[in-house]
């Protein structure tokens, strides 16, 4: 059978005359994913990184048929639920926020972060304007979240409707990196100096920025951030839509890097990957501004399927399974440095760098690096060819697979990076 474009379909980050033919999935089962046409593709990046403990999870599956039998849908202004309530009490003690306002998806995890930052001082009768944001972030693609992600084409045809931002360079590190802390004090000179403006919030992707090109930063530098962030009197909200939930090494990024932010944004990796739903913490104190008699200072924001069953039911099992085993998650960065020190010797690799589950390397390329850049695809291709699903950002070539990947197919996906690195 002949693979052709489905006449109704409007894939996202695809330019749809250019784009290779998407290939159809039949089923998926653990790290594997199967197609109608071909051997199956060992899912090396979890789906868009949602896809925590594999395809096809029998746990997960019957725990959202189990709750579908019972509940599936209720609208949460109005009543609650067992599995909303379980849930709330296990993420807050996880990440040490009190509070849980359900959304859909890590974009609006981010927006409501930021509604309720602003709004915050507000209520407290002392308005603040200025965001802070770093250099290279991603927080989604709704219109809040685009401003105070980086500024680039995927942004450009809104530019006129993004609030403004103060920006502060992001010291990404890497490897036997000589100029860390240059960088680290560098950037933190311009954030105390854009600090001097009062600020509602300073918004951040704790240990990695994901979209911005696996671009890691070291702790110390994340507790220097809140020490100045606390100083000036913010807020300070760690994005941890991708970093949540033992893709850093520990539950969240936020829990190893040794800092407390006010609100967390959660998503992907939440339900294990099986159904979108988003969170965001936020501290008791942050809470009590909210509640009182006058209606202004309600949070009027909302969404169809907050605190969904379904989804709730799925997040619960997957803290089951990351509970039961947390040397799934604590111990993958050791699976993977000998095989990403071996790459690292290749003459086509710089700036490896690793934390937790997520392992990264640039390629050396030819021209202007960047999104666009040709190798990423070339890559991508070989890889397919060889029964690897790889997405590089660019020139950034990364790893991260669901924890249940088994050290064979591993080793299969740097063997098979190894082999298209000469190829290229």
């Known amino acids: 059978m002949t693979a052709t474009r489905h006449p109704n379909l409007w894939p996202p980050f695809t330019q749809m005359a250019r784009a290779a033919m998407p290939q159809r999935v039949t089923h998926g089962e653990g790290a594997l994913l199967f197609r109608d046409q071909g051997d199956p593709l060992i899912d090396a990046i979890s789906s868009w990184w949602v896809t925590l403990h594999g395809h096809g999870h029998p746990e997960m599956a019957k725990a ?3 709750q579908a039998a019972r509940l599936e849908q209720v609208i949460f202004a109005d009543f609650t639920h067992s599995p909303a309530e379980q849930l709330g009490v296990r993420l807050s003690g996880l990440c040490g926020l009190q509070r849980l306002f359900f959304s859909d998806n890590g974009s609006t995890a981010v927006e409501v972060a930021l509604k309720i930052a602003c709004q915050w001082w507000t209520n407290r009768g002392e308005p603040r304007h200025q965001i802070v944001a770093f250099d290279g972030a991603y927080h989604g693609d709704t219109f809040g979240a685009m401003a105070v992600g980086e500024r680039n084409l995927f942004s450009a045809p809104f530019e006129d409707k993004l609030f403004p931002v103060a920006r502060v360079p992001w010291p990404a590190t890497w490897w036997n990196d000589e100029e860390i802390e240059a960088k680290e004090s560098a950037a933190l000179q311009v954030l105390e100096t854009v600090l001097e403006t009062p600020t509602a919030a300073v918004i951040l992707e704790p240990l990695l920025q994901g979209a911005g090109g696996m671009a890691m930063v070291r702790p110390d530098f994340l507790k220097a951030v809140e020490a ?10 760690a994005d941890e839509v991708l970093t949540g939930f033992g893709r850093c090494g520990d539950w969240f990024a936020s829990r190893r890097a040794g800092i407390r932010p006010d609100l967390m944004a959660l998503s992907k990796g939440l339900t294990g990957g099986c159904l979108p739903m988003g ?8 809470f009590e501004a909210f509640v009182g008699d ?3 200072l309600t949070l009027w924001h909302g969404h169809s399927f907050t605190a969904n069953p379904l989804g709730c039911a799925a997040a619960n099992t997957s803290l089951d399974l990351l509970e039961r085993n947390p040397g799934d998650f604590e111990g993958f960065e050791a699976r993977h440095r ?8 290749h003459p ?3 700036h490896p760098r690793l934390t937790g589950t997520v392992a990264a390397f ?22 397919m060819d060889n029964g690897v699903f790889l997405r590089p950002l660019g020139q950034v070539v990364y790893l991260l697979p669901p924890l249940c990947i ?5 080793d299969h996906c740097y063997d098979t990076i190894l082999a298209a690195l000469d190829q290229l």
């Open 362 to 383: 640039d390629l050396v390329v030819d021209g202007t690096s960047g999104y666009l850049n040709p190798a990423g695809p070339k890559l991508k291709q070989i890889a």
């Open 64 to 66: 959202i048929g189990d």
């Open 338 to 345: 000998p095989r990403l020190e071996e790459l690292s010797r």
């Open 406 to 410: 088994t050290d064979p197919q591993l």
């Open 294 to 296: 006058d209606p202004c």
């Open 228 to 237: 100045r962030t606390r100083q000036a009197g913010a807020l300070l909200i």
């Open 279 to 286: 969170v965001t913490m936020a501290s008791e104190t942050v």
């Open 348 to 350: 086509r690799v710089q």
